[in-house]
């Protein structure tokens, strides 16, 4: 427990657990096997740095092995600690399974702050970290692939990955030990904006529910929607972009760790970014009002709020304050079980994390599947595919005389590459996996919330694979 009698991460993800499986009717044995986390490793290791040797301390927390490999970001932060981890690992078992993806739970950290290091430096920690966990197979192609997570992303996942194959030299599936690659070390298209991405999908899906954004008190499309962003990290910076770009979304405000940007008129988030990647911090950008990192922004009216940074932000002391409608959890476990309750009877509604950020795992399951098969996806068919339309428009304007419009024939015949296929699959993951929690949502009276609904779908999937199991 913390101020305001606030449960930690793990006893809210618990909580939130445990709303769900009274709900449902499953012998109490299996409720406990999915619940509990099955191992934690801790490992402390010392890395000779600046002359002197400092010692790091790294988890890696397998939550359930029903299906494997189990999957699971890493995190680079000094707040990481072994309840975090075991809390995130329980998440992805729940998020796997809701977005059907054949993997288990697993979360990493690291107990560090990268922005101390320098590159190569972190190139050092990094592979004596992946060191210690290969040689544990907590990392491996078959049994515990790891992915970017909260202060890592592509150039981690490649030092990860080459460590893994420098101690295995003759595993031909290697680069499948680890996704989030750039693509020049084994990546997938698409991979580094999928989360985002995901969250675009999300919102776009719902919103081709009127019910359930009258639910929210909203109506209309996303067109004009006024969001309010936490963290432009990552998952952040890419659903604000895609969203206010793509969508028509107004980013009247955005949230960082060392200042405010609040613009009624709308952010433009590209520009933002580029002055948080030069200047580290909001002060001086001119497109818009720069506000004190703790001004209580995500307190202000908006339609939709996302915090993509950090959890718990959301909690028993500012829950009541929350004037947005629609919360979509792009990070992971942003608003605790107590808040989660206010929130409820508040009518907001909220868009739970194991679906709403699952576009991560969902395309890291792709990055592994092609690493198996050692091929890019759409390499065989696409040129075949692009013949077969032109063949057929040039049929019809011959037939008909008429000629189709150079864009729409150009857009029509164009075979799907890996980028194409990527986001095809991402949208048909995003939109089955909100039809699966609405369906629950919607039947059941005792249903009251997206989040016990999701909770409900992944729970059965697991249980129904342990039973299967025989165990
Ligand atoms: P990131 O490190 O790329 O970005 C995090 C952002 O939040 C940074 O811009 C950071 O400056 C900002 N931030 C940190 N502390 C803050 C604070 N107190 N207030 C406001 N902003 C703050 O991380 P990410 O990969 O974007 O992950 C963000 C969240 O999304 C995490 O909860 C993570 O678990 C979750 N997530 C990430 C992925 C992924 O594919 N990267 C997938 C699923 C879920």
Same mark, same amino acid.
């Given at each position: 427990m913390s101020r305001h009698n606030e449960m930690s991460f793990r006893e809210s993800t618990g909580i939130m657990f445990n709303r769900a499986v009274k709900l449902m009717d499953l012998p109490p044995g299996v409720v406990e096997k999915i619940r509990v986390c099955n191992a934690t490793y801790t490992v402390r290791f010392g890395v000779r740095l600046r002359g002197d040797i400092h010692t790091f301390t790294g988890y890696r927390s397998v939550?359930? %092995?029903?299906?494997?490999p189990v999957k699971g970001g890493i995190r680079y932060a000094l707040s990481v600690n072994q309840d975090e981890v075991e809390a995130l690992a329980a998440l992805m078992t729940y998020k796997c399974a809701l977005v059907d993806t054949p993997f288990g739970g697993s979360k990493g950290g690291l107990?560090?702050?990268?922005?101390?290091?320098d590159e190569h430096e972190m190139e050092q920690i990094t592979r004596r970290f992946t060191y210690e966990l290969v040689k544990r197979d907590?990392?491996?192609?078959?049994?515990n692939v790891p992915a970017p997570d909260l202060g890592t992303g592509e150039r981690e996942m490649a030092w990860i990955s080459d460590q893994y194959a420098r101690m295995n030299t003759?595993?031909?599936?290697?680069?499948?030990?680890?996704?989030?690659?750039p693509i020049n070390a084994g990546g997938i298209r698409g991979r580094v904006e999928a989360t985002g991405r995901g969250v675009q999908y999300a919102l776009r899906e719902i919103f081709r529910h009127p019910e359930d954004i009258r639910a929210a008190g909203l109506d209309g499309t996303l067109d004009g929607k006024r969001v309010i962003v936490q963290g432009l990290g990552n998952v952040g910076y890419h659903a604000a972009k895609f969203l206010s770009e793509?969508?028509?979304?107004?980013?009247?405000g955005v949230l960082e760790y060392n200042g405010c940007i609040r613009n009624p008129d709308g952010i433009n988030i590209e520009d933002l970014k580029q002055h948080l990647i030069l200047?580290?911090?909001? %002060?001086?950008?001119?497109g818009g009002t720069i506000l004190p990192a703790?001004?209580? #922004?995500? %307190? %202000?009216?908006?339609?939709i709020l996302i915090p993509?940074? #950090? *959890?718990?932000?959301?909690?028993l002391e500012n829950a009541d304050r929350i004037a947005a409608r629609m919360i979509v *959890?792009?990070?992971?476990?942003?608003?605790t079980s107590g808040a989660d309750r206010i929130l409820q009877k508040k009518g907001v509604v909220v868009i739970p994390d194991m679906y709403a950020n699952a576009g991560g795992v969902t395309v890291s399951y792709f990055e592994w599947v092609k690493n198996l098969s050692h091929i890019r996806f759409g390499r065989l068919q696409r040129r075949q595919e692009e013949e077969s339309h032109r063949i057929l428009i040039e049929e019809m304007e011959r037939m008909t005389g008429q000629a189709f419009d150079q864009d729409f024939k150009r857009r029509y015949i164009q075979g799907a590459g890996e980028l194409e296929l990527v986001r095809s699959g991402l949208d048909d993951t995003m939109r089955g996996a909100y039809q699966d929690m609405r369906e629950v949502w919607h039947a059941r009276?005792?249903?009251?919330?997206l989040r016990t609904a999701a909770y409900l779908v992944s729970i059965g999937k697991v249980a129904a694979s342990y039973q299967a199991k025989g165990i």
């Open positions: 939550h359930s %092995e029903h299906m494997e107990r560090i702050d990268p922005r101390e290091w907590l990392i491996d192609p078959a049994q003759t595993d031909i599936n290697a680069r499948a030990c680890v996704t989030g690659k793509e969508d028509g979304c107004r980013i009247i200047h580290g911090s909001p %002060e001086g950008f001119a703790d001004a209580p #922004l995500m %307190e %202000e009216n908006c339609d993509a940074a #950090l *959890e718990g932000v959301i909690n *959890e792009a990070a992971n476990g942003p608003v009276d005792d249903v009251g919330d």
